[in-house]
């Protein structure tokens, strides 16, 4: 075999397909924002699914959806410049010396960069706390539509409970567990 099919992945290649999985996970979040945004009614005239209008959504749950809609994008796009940034860092301070440091022969200099890891893995953990707290917006923007669309969560309708309880149980356990791993990779 050549040595080509024996390269090391360095670190430095981590750390940018990390940033990339930030960047394609944000833009799809985001993509998933701007048609909630677009195709949500907020009126509570008509949205409402059932008869009984006394468990219509009011005015302040309407705006909540879209103020939390926004707090959601600006931490996705925050989370994603600040990956994009990094990454470009990255790119601009590649150099054939490195390359050469390691193996002599300059095959791929895309694989090797000097940088400063401290700096680039608390990069890295901002990024990552700017998607966790877009999602947390996310859920509670997806909580109010639900109150829009199934009736508050005041009237008791098992319909709203049960469209609910998986946002309120299986996202914030991924993001514990994201944060968890996040964290675990910050100090190794």
Do not use: W
Not at 69 to 98: C, D, P, R, T
Request: hydrophobic share 55%; charged share 10%; proline share 2%.
């Amino acid at each position: 075999m050549s040595d080509v099919s024996h390269r090391k992945v360095t670190t430095t290649s981590i750390h940018i397909m990390a940033l990339d999985g930030i960047v394609n996970v944000n833009s799809l979040f985001t993509l998933a924002l701007f048609l909630g945004i677009t195709t949500t009614s907020t009126s509570t005239n008509n949205t409402l699914i059932g008869d009984n209008t006394a468990c219509a959504a009011g005015p302040s749950v309407a705006e909540g959806l879209l103020t939390y809609h926004v707090y959601s994008f600006s931490s996705f796009l925050f989370s994603s410049l600040i990956a994009l940034a990094l990454k470009n860092i990255i790119n601009m301070f590649k150099g054939v010396e490195e390359a050469e440091a390691l193996g002599g022969v300059v095959r791929d200099v895309s694989l090797v960069v000097k940088v400063n890891t401290v700096a680039l893995r608390v990069g890295i953990l901002v990024s990552a706390f700017g998607s966790v707290f877009g999602c947390g917006f996310l859920v509670m923007a997806l909580v109010d539509l639900v109150q829009i669309k199934l009736g508050t969560l005041a009237c008791g309708s098992h319909y709203t409970y049960f469209a609910i309880a998986p946002l309120l149980i299986l996202v914030p356990t991924a993001l514990l567990i994201f944060i968890f791993l996040v964290l675990y990779a910050f100090t190794r």
